[in-house]
Structures are given as structure tokens and as C-alpha cells.
């Protein structure tokens, strides 16, 4: 596919964790902030959804007998935190960024969120850090990272994950999984692959939308994928 001339990442939040631990680790932040430094060639927009699995997962919250409402909306304010973090780091890494939330949260984490405020900083050279969910429960953040590229006229959502694509089978659990160079919209839902959840997919495909799932892990995954490069799998 040609080289995209704005992209949104949605990133995990377990990735700002250390390695079976929870909360914020500062030496996994300066590593992601480096890596959203060094994909900002000319000409290429970057906006950021990040989860908040490092800090609380609604769904799990529910399951444990917190009503689900309170969950997600738990979960959302999480992002907030996980939103104003990595716009700190970007800062110290002079890369200018703004934390855009639709869910209410203090002036000093972040503003409201708004289309054209998005665009318009982007267009400034600043990374468009897209924090509190659609502001509403029951929607994943894949699903916001979704809407949001939608909205911001992304040509591509990046979804950085700990595995290096899209699998028919988890990759962690079956040493013979195999890994897609490219999938379908229809694929996914159909076969249910972990890519994201359904509402996210179908969103995507009404859309036309394409999804590059790619392992974050990986250092330089996110300057390649700006470049226009293959890196993971596309979903189209």
C-alpha cells in the first residue's frame, strides 16, 4: 500500500508496564516515546489511542462484581493517565504533543476532545495523543481507536500488540501457529481472529479503513510502517 500520510496507533497499554508488573515503568515509556520520535518522517500525521491494561480492564473489573458502567468508565480515566504520560516523555524527547480526552479530566492532563482540534495539531507537527475511549462504557479502545482514525481522516490504524500479526491460532499457546501477511475484514469476523473486537472490525470496514497489526515490541516497527513499509499484518 502506498505511504500513509496520517496514521493512528493504537498502542497497549501493557506495553508502558515492566514485564509482569502493573502501573507506569519510566524506562518503557522513554523506550515508546523514542520509537513515536523516530516515526515521524515529513509529511506523516501521527495521532495515539493507548489502552489501560497496565492499570485496570473493565471487563475484568465487571467480572469481579463491579458494575460494568463503573468499570469502563474506570478504564477510560486510566487512559487519561496513560495519555498524559507518554505526552510527557514525548515532550522530554522534544516532540510536541497534545492529550485530547472525551471524558471530562483535569487542564493539567489533558484538554477536551474535538475533531478539528485533532487535526489542526497534527497539521502542526504535534502528535495527537487521543485519550478517554469514545467516552462512553461498553466500547473498547479498539473500537475508539477506530472511530477516532475514522473521524481524523487516518488512512491507516497501527495496532501495536505483543505479538508480531495476526495468527490463525494463539501464537503464545501453539508453537505452530501461523501468521497471516494479510487478512480480510470478512476473515476476521468470520473466523474470529484476535485482531480486535467485532465493532472495531465493522467500523473499519464500512469505512474501507485499513489495520496494520504489528508487534510493538519490535524497535523501529513504528518508523517503518510510517515509511510505508510491511511490517505485520494488514487487514483490508
Known sequence: MP????ILFKLSGEMLAAPNSSGLDPSRLEWL?????????????IALVLGAGNFVRGEGLSASGIERTTADHMGMAATVVNSAA?????????????????????PG??????????????????????????????????????????EIG??????GTKVDGVYDRDPLEHADARVFGRVTY?????????????TAVALCRENALPVRVFGLGVPGSMARIARGENAGTLMA
Open 186 to 198: 470478512d476473515q476476521v469476523l468470520v473466523q474470529r481472529l484476535a485482531v480486535m473486537d467485532a
Open 3 to 6: 505511504r500513509p500520510r496520517r
Open 86 to 106: 507518554i505526552a510527557g516523555m514525548l515532550l522530554a524527547f522534544w516532540v510536541p504533543a497534545v492529550v485530547l480526552s472525551a471524558v471530562p479530566a483535569s
Open 33 to 45: 516515546a523514542q520509537q513515536i520520535s523516530e516515526a515521524r518522517p515529513a509529511n506523516v500525521e
Open 154 to 159: 487516518a488512512d491507516l490504524l497501527a495496532k
Open 109 to 150: 492532563l489533558a484538554q477536551p476532545y474535538e475533531r478539528n482540534a485533532a487535526r489542526a495539531a497534527m497539521a502542526d507537527g504535534a502528535v495527537a495523543v487521543l485519550a478517554g475511549g469514545t467516552g462512553n462504557p461498553y466500547f473498547t479502545t479498539d473500537t475508539a481507536a477506530a472511530l477516532r482514525a475514522v
